[in-house]
């Protein structure tokens, strides 16, 4: 095995690349601007430069042993990205995005999407060391899942498995519209998006007095509505109530599915801690199956303070 | 490797024991009555009877590989059934059945429950051959699952994953207990029991005409809906339509979890044929996430006519 593996976080707005040892630690860093360029190949190139430029401060390519990337809409099983919104050299088609890496480097390249990076990364070097079966939720702009079971990544028969940000959870005709063109997907409650919408909802049905009023109603954001809820603000603590009891019914379900020993939350909102996984852990020991009662763990990830995207996907090079 | 397993199917009524090759062709069978008798003692001394009849006629013990048994409430890491509602014996308590028979017989006893050992039997001699990604769902009076996620069993961290008949479909006050102590569970509308219930539910609520108000209201049962649906009657049919509807939801957030190829379904309500797989497919297709869209498989068990129980229990036999 050679020392190192290099992450890479391929984000909307930045992609940053990592070199990282096999304890975890992140040696070099570097970051291009994702949107800066107009095709695949373009961008390829400064990914290279960029590399070549922190690989060599550890000693040449012959130092490391992979590339993991972790990309939206990114496809394991091809090594490809599919239809990235953001991305303006991948929305509308499909980019073999680990294998130009992989002819330029002459190494293994991988690719998954960003929450089963932040998966892997937990398994290795956060706080789900050990655990064989656990499901990582990332609670960002959308609702993202990693599925360990087993000890491998779920990633289904065509690669895209762990879309729990897209269970139903309203089936009726008024169930908020999601960005994936349907109706009453988990990420529309419970996401940063979520809270400020239910936030705007909470507000626009009463006449209760609340911080939040503040503002103009279409520019509350999930920050405004922790920060409220922190200064003791009523609604703002309404909202956070509703998004854990969201949460912790989706998690029951889960649990019937795969039984993991443990949920693992990343991201924004779980900074506001009690606020959300209090309301989580308690609707989920209520209403899941009692056989399943008080078993699972309840957990915020073990790397949030740390580049867990690079980390996470870095994880991916060890392969 | 010896040429024969042992497979038991353990249900509340009778235990069928059977001798299956390697080709999935049940060479010998034997049966006992679960519920005469009072302790997990006695019922193994009869078991132990019964399979050394049925040995004694392929060469004796000597030839064969391992024992495997489908049973309620059975936990596959401990070998253990626990609290089966409808066993008389092992109602209250833990039984440590593998153990027990592994002892007598001086061959590897594995055990799962009914639904996981109809999945392993899909696979092994089944329509599921070849398959690594698939989802098993028994429709009997309740509802069963076996979970297969890359090539293998999901049991979770407890032994326990695969309960899907417990996910929740309906959080309101009003919606159907179900015999887990909740509320809402998917098999309280989509098993034999809920198409009964729905019938009876349909009928109440309307004076239309049906075959099926020749029968009293409560002794309405699945069979007569469907018998009532192919000789053309429209509640009996809607019923159907409702049933299929609501598992093609669930299955839709089936697929967001863990995207398999193929869902599979077994049990007394499949009889019913286009009735019930019709509606499960155009919701399903209707209602999943546009990228899952036209990619699952919606089959009919491989093995409906034969002894599937004894032959998917046989199939940890091997193991």
Not at 143 to 157: E, F
Not at 261 to 272: D, Q, T, Y
Request: proline share 3%.
């Amino acid at each position: 095995m050679k020392p190192y593996v290099i992450g890479v976080d391929l984000g909307g707005t930045n992609t940053v690349f990592g070199i990282v040892d096999s304890a975890g630690n992140i040696i070099e860093e570097g970051s291009i601007k994702t949107g800066s360029f107009n095709t695949a190949t373009e961008f390829v190139a400064a990914g290279l430069d960029c590399i070549h430029h922190i690989v060599k401060k550890v000693g040449g390519i012959e130092q490391i042993q992979g590339m993991g990337i972790g990309a939206p809409n990114a496809n394991y099983y091809t090594g490809t990205i599919e239809f990235a919104p953001n991305i303006a050299w991948a929305h509308d088609g499909v980019v073999q995005l680990a294998g130009m890496f992989a002819g330029e480097l002459g190494i293994p390249v991988r690719m998954t999407n960003d929450a089963n990076a932040a998966a892997m990364g937990e398994k290795l070097y956060g706080i789900a060391k050990g655990m064989k079966n656990f499901i990582m939720i990332t609670l960002g702009t959308g609702l993202g899942a990693g599925i360990i079971i087993n000890g491998k990544l779920v990633y289904g028969h065509d690669g895209f498995a762990g879309e729990l940000g897209h269970v139903n959870m309203d089936r009726s005709e008024n169930a908020r519209p999601c960005g994936c063109g349907r109706k009453g997907c988990l990420e529309t409650y419970c996401s940063a998006t979520g809270v400020a919408r239910t936030a705007r909802e909470f507000l626009q049905k009463t006449n209760r007095p609340s911080i939040l009023r503040q503002k103009p109603l279409d520019e509350i954001e999930s920050l405004d509505v922790f920060l409220a809820a922190q200064k003791g603000d009523e609604i703002a603590k309404e909202v956070f109530q509703f998004t854990g009891t969201m949460l912790g019914w989706a998690c029951a379900d889960f649990t019937a599915f795969s039984s993991p020993e443990a949920f693992i939350f990343f991201g924004g909102l779980c900074k506001s801690g009690d606020l959300i996984m209090k309301p989580i852990e308690e609707t989920y020991n209520r209403v899941v199956m009692p056989l399943f009662r008080n078993k699972a763990k309840f957990l915020i990830s073990g790397l949030m303070n740390k580049n867990a995207a690079v980390l996470g996907a870095s994880a991916l090079g060890w392969e």
